[in-house]
């Protein structure tokens, strides 16, 4: 038998432990720490949520790996009617989380040793992690045609982009998929700020018509609650598109047990047929948003793309990525150094705009002129 291989060698550290310093300098400021470090909700889960999950909260029984018929009407409802995209009745599926998914995707899909994955150069670090776990070989690039002879089986696209708010327009993503298609690679689309646009052009998914024509052929869309809903907590998401792909999703997941909680589910259901509370929370994030832009501008920062999500991309003639962590963190702000999400991240830092109303305020002070930072 083979010697075990640590997870310390299979896997990279996990990154947010590296910000413990300065998490410690952070929270010793006198009025407490502004963590703009993860981009996790703090607002009140709807009462409206809430009350579906407590109302399906007497659920004895193992739910169904697939969700309930009534979830997945919602989940084809909500995409067709906030997105301009139509998928076939079995062609969308509950998760455990969005992070689940991407961790997974590539053993779920059965990719492994010779098989290559792409992800973006500034990317979420589950991507890698994914692949890597899979035994899989990734590869950081954002120019497709530069791959050579590589066997891609896989290309992850994130727009909204994460660290960044990059919006990839129509164009864009119509040459991935033609890409992909031509050497019969799937497409793996994380979408889960595409609700959070705050500039044009909107943004659009994978799956719409002007990208993807009228076949969802070795296409996936990932969704998640968990922004839109502030429902991080209940691990709430789906998968949609090739009808082909989502069966074999289904299929191996039914073996592993990967099944959303039928409380979970129910609520999943509620926030996907109501609109309001999530144009609610979306202008909350906006205010917050320009509130921290315009501060962080008038201290000396650049903010760049940025046109969508949770995040502002931020960078500092005076800094790296780790020395404006430590800036800021001597103000009690702690942020996600840019080099998190790759090395193209240098120089540049993501701050999170998902703290209280309370919070930002206390941040937008000590980056006043005058403040240190």
Not at 25 to 42: C, E, K, N, W, Y
Not at 248 to 265: D, N, T
Not at 319 to 346: I, N, R
Request: charge should be negative; charged fraction near 20%; proline fraction near 8%.
């Amino acid at each position: 038998m083979g010697e075990r291989r640590p997870v310390t060698d299979r896997l990279p550290t996990f990154p947010w432990d590296r910000l413990t310093p300065y998490k410690r300098t952070a929270s010793a400021h006198p009025d407490g720490i502004v963590d703009l470090s993860v981009g996790t909700p703090v607002d009140p889960v709807p009462a409206s949520l809430r009350s579906a999950l407590a109302d399906a909260a007497d659920s004895p029984g193992y739910p169904t790996t697939w969700g309930t018929s009534e979830l997945r009407a919602s989940i084809r409802d909500w995409l067709e009617r906030r997105h301009g995209v139509r998928v076939a009745e079995g062609a969308v599926l509950p998760t455990v989380g969005s992070k689940e998914l991407v961790a997974w995707l590539p053993t779920l899909l059965g990719l492994g040793a010779g098989d290559t994955v792409v992800h973006p150069e500034l990317a979420y670090p589950t991507y890698d992690v994914g692949v890597r776990i899979a035994g899989a070989t990734p590869v950081a690039s954002d120019g497709l045609t530069a791959l050579g002879p590589a066997d891609v089986k896989l290309v992850w696209v994130n727009s909204p982009g994460n660290p960044t708010g990059r919006v990839l327009g129509v164009d864009h993503l119509r040459k991935v998929v033609e890409w992909a298609r031509e050497r019969g690679a799937i497409v793996a689309s994380d979408e889960c700020y595409l609700d959070l646009g705050w500039t044009d052009p909107r943004p659009v998914s994978i799956l719409h018509p002007d990208v993807c024509g009228d076949s969802h052929a070795n296409l996936l869309a990932v969704h998640s609650l968990s922004k839109r809903s502030n429902l991080a907590g209940y691990r709430a998401a789906f998968v949609a598109g090739d009808p082909n792909l989502v069966s074999e999703l289904l299929a191996v997941r039914k073996h592993a047990g990967m099944i959303v909680p039928a409380p979970v589910q129910a609520a999943m259901k509620a926030a996907l047929d109501d609109d309001e509370h999530a144009a609610r929370q979306k202008e909350t994030y906006r205010a917050r948003r320009t509130e921290l832009r315009a501060a962080l501008e008038s201290a000396g920062w650049t903010i760049e793309h940025s046109d969508a999500g949770l995040y502002l991309w931020a960078s500092h003639p005076e800094h790296d990525s780790w020395s404006a962590v430590g800036a800021l963190a001597k103000l009690g702000v702690l942020v996600a150094p840019g080099t998190f999400y790759g090395p193209a991240g240098a120089g540049h830092v993501r701050v999170a705009f998902t703290a209280t109303d309370e919070r930002v305020e206390a941040a937008v002070k000590r980056l006043s002129p005058g403040s240190g930072a």
